[in-house]
């Protein structure tokens, strides 16, 4: 079984994967930041170091893809590869952050490794307002994240909006952190959970085929 986590910078992902890995004892795949010789710079001159980091970032979740395919086990990933190349790299060349030359060089390479990799069985996109992501990424108080713009977050916001409505490789779980507080609330995982629990061990999981959508998380009112 493999569960991946999405979801915009500082939205909970890292923490959601911890505490599902916990929960269910099983590995954890998280996003590599802390051995990332880019992140750094790339905050600093976005420009100059755009596709370093991407290309960076792509080879690494490629290389968790191969392992999870390897190994066999029940997996619960930080981030996934389809966001780095539906979401953060289009972006940055949207905004003329990374050139047409290297956009297509990336391009052309995560469409071969595309073919060549199996999706999770269980997409959990973490949904989240703008305002939300920035208290929760100075909460976190990471140095590098600090030269982050309310503009850059909200044009990430708009573009996995845009992705995760035409998410069509497997199912989909869509948790509304602005309602569900799962960091905080343990009754607020615990609806999480719930519903994870109704798709991989339920008598009656959510219609089968690609596409389908578990249900929006919020919190019970």
Do not use: C
Request: net charge negative; aromatic share 10%.
């Amino acid at each position: 079984m493999h569960i991946a986590i999405a979801g915009n910078i500082g939205a909970g992902k890292t923490t959601l994967t911890q505490l599902l890995a916990k929960h269910y004892k099983w590995d954890m795949l998280q996003e590599a930041v802390d051995n990332n010789p880019y992140l750094f710079d790339f905050y600093k001159d976005m420009q100059r170091w755009s596709f370093n980091l991407q290309i960076f970032f792509l080879n690494s979740r490629f290389e968790q893809l191969l392992e999870i395919r390897r190994s066999g086990r029940n997996v619960i990933q930080d981030r996934t590869i389809y966001e780095d190349a539906n979401i953060f790299a289009p972006n940055l060349h949207a905004m003329g952050l990374m050139t047409t030359r290297d956009f297509e060089n990336y391009t052309r390479l995560f469409n071969n490794m595309d073919a060549s990799i199996v999706p999770p069985d269980l997409m959990i996109y973490l949904r989240a307002r703008v305002e939300n992501l920035v208290d929760q990424i100075a909460e976190r108080g990471r140095d590098y994240e600090t030269s982050i713009s309310i503009d850059y977050l909200k044009r990430l916001n708009e573009r996995y909006e845009a992705w995760i409505d035409t998410y069509d490789k497997g199912k989909l779980l869509i948790v509304d952190i602005d309602d569900n507080r799962f960091h905080k609330e343990p009754e607020d995982l615990g609806t999480i959970i719930h519903a994870i629990d109704a798709e991989i061990h339920g008598l009656f999981p959510s219609e089968n085929g690609k596409g389908a959508k578990v249900g929006v998380v919020r919190k019970k009112r």
